[in-house]
């Protein structure tokens, strides 16, 4: 069961991302906070393998108790859940450590799935973000050259083992995924995403996957 911390200042709207969590059987919210201090102070008490955090709350942002989460219990995962989709919150939000990003207006199942990515390690992003995510990376006509020339010279320094793992985290695959797909321990898999991280200099799956999408090492329909 995935033990999810759940802050959302308004508490209609945590009795209905606490109903839809319950609903599909693998999750279950272990705290409520309904706001980002009360967040970061439940985290640590409870631990959970998700905090599930709005982003406009009193006292501390979604954004500021998320990279306050991350910092001190790194073993719990970050997905925010918002009706605001602006590119400004989604780039503070994957720079501040968060894996997930989640829309209110999202459908039911793309909650629960979100939830689950996440808890297993792997990044999540709406579909309505990914595209702004996509769109911007798209922008610039020599900028977005030059980010691909320094992708691909960064991805350069892996081994051909490494790159494959850093293909697979950038389409969204899970570490049990992966393991699966190469046929390898899943403590394997996860020695090797550490290392990528560590090579490419970056702090998290989501940063590695934009990287892996510059470099060319993701198939898009685009």
């Known amino acids: 069961m995935i033990r999810v911390l759940l802050a959302d200042d308004e508490a209609m709207v945590r009795a209905g991302v606490r109903a839809i969590l319950a609903s ?8 409520e906070a309904g706001d980002g201090r ?17 982003i406009r709350m009193p006292r501390l942002d979604g954004l500021a108790a998320a990279q306050e989460i ?13 009706t605001f989709s602006e590119q400004s919150y989604v780039a503070r939000a994957l ?18 799935a979100g939830v689950r990515a996440v808890a297993d390690g792997a990044a999540f992003l709406s579909p ?28 350069a320094r892996l081994s051909p083992r490494e790159r494959e793992v850093l293909g697979f985290v950038g389409a969204g695959l899970s570490n049990p995924e992966i393991a699966a797909r190469l046929h390898l321990v899943e403590g394997t898999v996860k020695a090797y995403v550490s290392a990528v991280l560590d090579r490419l200099e970056v702090r998290n799956r989501v940063q590695a996957a934009i990287v892996a999408y510059e470099a060319g090492l993701v198939e898009t329909d685009t």
């Open 24 to 31: 599909g059987g693998e999750s279950e919210v272990v705290a």
């Open 38 to 54: 009360q967040a970061v102070e439940l985290a640590r008490a409870h631990r959970p393998d998700v905090a599930l955090l709005d």
């Open 70 to 82: 991350v910092r001190t219990v790194p073993g719990t995962a970050v997905a925010m859940l918002t």
């Open 95 to 112: 720079a501040g450590g968060a894996t997930g990003f989640l829309l209110k207006s999202g459908d039911p199942y793309e909650l629960m």
């Open 128 to 155: 309505k973000v990914a595209r702004y995510v996509i769109e911007d990376l798209g922008r610039g006509g020599g900028g977005r050259l030059a980010r691909e020339e320094q992708a691909r010279a960064r991805v």
